[in-house]
């Protein structure tokens, strides 16, 4: 079967190599002969191996029939967006690792897919090599799927993994995730959260079947977190991760939140550290699972949208259900109307140690090594409500972070 | 498209119960309409829902042609392996939950589905409702499976969770694994480790592409760890588990085992507890891999089985180069020639500290809290030698357990 992949970079470039080392194997394992026929970049590859299947022009793929897929690995909207719209009109199956695509036009993307009767997959969009859109999608396929939650961002996972272990500062753990190339010089993404609100959005999407757009997502990012509330977490039991999570609520409705949270330290969560990721799933049926790896790099990537390319070999003209419909108005509820609980940190002045316990009965307090701070927990309520009582409490709060039960 | 259910136990009453509640989902979800026409078991169920739809009769299935895919969840050989195989030849498809027959006569019955173009499927004999058996066969498919490792036993594992936590011994902590049904009474095939066997035997049939039969895998269950060894490997750092593994060597054979061993307290493993599951792969594409969910139950097991039910659906003759081939002679090496590394408990006697570091050079030896006995961690080296030079030390050795990297 003949491919096109669109980008040459860490994923494409990551594809290329992998269907040329293992295409024997995958012919056994699987009856599919893969053959990578054309690449397209902007870029010149003189001196590589693959220049011969170079292209520059977006042609040479649309218009060849022999090619039945085309992987997608350039990252972006545009011109991303064209190409696969254009390639799935071709009646071309198109595997895609685009997180950002698939968050933002992921509905109709499976919309014109489903009318052509071709596929849009795109398992390498969410936890790298991890299989989890298509366990969700199939085995799941009897559940009832409750919850998810999940360290879906590997850059946010190693700061906040080496804050925590080597006792230094965000800015610090930030530096050395750029040395070691697990972030990038402009961090912004990763670190305000917005690529794990992506990767939830597309797990709520199609779970709870319809198109949720990050923009409606509540998202905060680790930047406000200090060594401090990790310390001080660490006394009452918990890990501090960058949380994605999605549940369905009893009338129906959507709780989906990204921000930092408070994991209790026997959570399957909690030892997921480094750049691994990992999601969790809670479905009627099954209860807890967890699905644990390599978030990213080239070759897990790879090999999940080589997993794609593998079902298109097999199942042409299938995958009529996978997908979601289109975005659901009112369906995601207002983050401050659910009831939280929230790990908070106040300086320990003169009458704070009271005023905790007169406004959060029976909360847990515990002060920081020096002394100079107090922590507790609180319990359940809204959190719009339990915010406003914090900023009434007269207590100088440091920070205030969610605690999850996951 | 109609199904029938071949004994009404545990899973397959839960299969049946699945089915009658989420059948509009599933519909939704996938297209299938699923709807169970026969349950076959000896027993009466006068009183059930379900009674019109029983038989006793198995030729009220083998001759029903409506009847496409049966579920197979009675267990034991016989005559679920006669059963099967007569569904086969008459291209139904058949879903199993019954590790004894997936472990014991895989080979055949793959080779029978595909000569009658049907498929045969398992997923629910490995992990309960983990998704394990198609991650491994299908996202994995681009990769080289190069290791397995797995907490597959959720009565074992269970027991042992209980040893450590609360500081009993085994079999008080068997006696509570039988009051809340996690332990049947005669728990041989759990705690023996045959079932982890059969389970390590699917899983590396399938990766290593060669019937693996359990009678061929050194097998060590848990009655012989006593809490005195659990506390003394927590002293270094680690926790002991009942592990099945199995691995590719660096000459294309296999070293497969079933034993307690201990895991690192960093390794995802490590955190597995109570009746849960977890099986790491380790893929040369994907670096590893962790599915972690409850590894057996009614629901659990049901919704897997409902999986691949819906799989049969999907792809009428399709899954063509699932499964894998006949036995490799010779495939399998001795244990006892594969470098281990040897955690020892000895009595802490006269000259026995003297005795450990001249015979292990270097290794790290820590008291037990009475100092009546000592224990260390020896370096890697073939087992069977290691053993040897055990036995000739003048040591009293209490006990010996592997010690995994995973």
């Avoid at 897990?300 to 079902?311: C, K, L, P």
């Amino acid at each position: 079967m003949k491919i096109a992949v669109m980008g040459f970079g860490v994923v494409g470039s990551g594809v290329v190599k992998l269907i040329q080392k293992n295409a024997p194997v995958i012919r056994e394992n699987t009856g599919a002969f893969l053959e990578v026929k054309r690449i397209l970049d902007i870029r010149d590859f003189d001196g590589s191996e693959f220049a011969p299947l170079m292209t520059k022009s977006f042609s040479d793929i649309e218009n060849d029939d022999e090619i039945e897929v085309v992987v997608e690995t350039m990252g972006g909207l545009n011109p991303a967006f064209d190409f696969v719209s254009r390639c799935l009109k071709k009646k071309k199956h198109v595997v895609s690792s685009n997180k950002e695509l698939v968050a933002q036009k992921g509905f109709e993307l499976l919309a014109l897919a489903r009318e052509n009767n071709v596929n849009f997959l795109f398992e390498a969009s969410v936890g790298g090599g991890i299989p989890i859109i298509r366990p969700l999608s199939r085995c799941l396929a009897g559940n009832r799927i409750d919850a998810i939650a999940g360290i879906l961002n590997g850059t946010t996972n190693f700061i906040m993994t080496k804050m925590i272990m080597e006792r230094t500062d965000f800015s610090s753990a930030l530096a050395l995730a750029q040395k070691l190339g697990y972030a990038e010089k402009d961090p912004t993404a990763d670190v305000e959260g917005l690529d794990a609100c992506r990767k939830i959005c597309i797990l709520a999407s199609l779970v709870f079947g319809n198109h949720i757009y990050p923009e409606k997502v509540h998202t905060e990012g680790i930047t406000g977190i200090t060594l401090a509330d990790m310390e001080l977490a660490e006394r009452f039991g918990y890990v501090i991760k960058l949380i994605a999570q999605a549940k369905k609520l009893e009338d129906g409705r959507l709780y989906i939140i990204v921000s930092p949270a408070l994991v209790p330290k026997e959570s399957m969560l909690a030892p997921v550290n480094d750049v691994f990721n990992a999601c969790l799933v809670q479905g009627d049926m099954t209860g807890d699972i967890l699905l644990y790896g390599k978030g990213a790099g080239s070759s897990a990537t790879a090999s999940a949208v080589v997993g794609d390319i593998i079902d298109c070999a097999d199942n042409l003209e299938k995958r009529k259900f996978f997908g979601w419909k289109e975005e659901k108005e009112g369906q995601i509820e207002d983050y401050l109307n659910i009831p939280v609980s929230l790990f908070v940190r106040v300086k320990n002045e003169k009458d704070a140690r009271q005023k905790v316990e007169s406004l959060f009965n029976g909360a847990r307090i515990i002060e920081s090594e020096s002394k100079a701070e107090l922590g507790f927990i609180t319990g359940e309520e809204a959190e719009g409500a339990l915010r406003e009582k914090l900023s009434d409490s007269g207590l100088t709060v440091l920070s205030s972070i969610r605690v999850t039960s996951y």
